[in-house]
């Protein structure tokens, strides 16, 4: 069957005595494979972290995309409304509601101190009141029933219908703005 091995002689012999053998250590190899598993599972636990710290970032991310959105949706409503409301129609509307009237004709001061062109008051336009009755058999009750002139056509004159001013008013000088 099989003969038992031959002792070794010279050279190989000196290299027998050398390395062990006798099967492989496990006295060394526990060191490695610990630091192995240490590594490996250090990695594994800092992926785990760094991919959390990164899904953290993307809510937060497309919390802050939402909170975009609906601040320009605001702001572009808010937009569209100051926008109607500078139209010239609309701003001609709020003036008449806080009672302001249209100007009448400016005068401009020439550089040399004299005055150009002719200023006159601003009147408010006869505005129709909405209780007058559309009958022609009823008394009016406007401003002729009261006394004041009337025009050849039966209407009252514009300016009857203008309010008089207050006499302490008259001697306050009359509002400026700059530049115009």
């Given amino acids: ?43 594994l636990i800092t992926l785990l972290l760094l991919n ?17 959105t609906e601040l320009t949706d605001e702001q572009q409503a808010l937009q569209r409304d100051v926008d109607s409301r500078s139209q010239p129609d609309a701003l001609e509307k ?3 509601e806080l009672g302001m009237v249209p100007g009448g004709s400016p005068a401009f001061l020439n550089p040399d101190g004299t005055v150009r062109g002719r200023p006159t ?29 009337a025009g050849p056509s039966g209407s009252p004159s514009p300016s009857a219908s203008v309010p008089q001013p207050d006499p302490a008013a008259e001697n306050s000088p009359p509002p400026t703005s700059p530049g115009r």
């Fill in 52 to 68: 959390s710290a990164l899904n953290e970032g993307s809510f937060r991310l497309s919390e802050l995309k939402r909170d975009t």
């Fill in 1 to 43: 069957m099989s003969k038992p091995a031959a002792p070794l002689k010279g050279r190989a012999a000196r290299l027998a005595r050398l390395m062990p053998s006798t099967g492989p250590s496990t006295a060394a190899r526990t060191p490695f494979v610990l630091l192995v598993v240490l590594l490996l599972g250090g990695g």
């Fill in 94 to 96: 709020r003036a008449r």
């Fill in 121 to 149: 008051e601003a009147t408010a336009p006869p505005s129709p009141s909405p209780t007058a009755s559309p009958d022609a058999d009823a008394p009016a009750a406007g401003p002729s029933a009261s006394g004041t002139s």
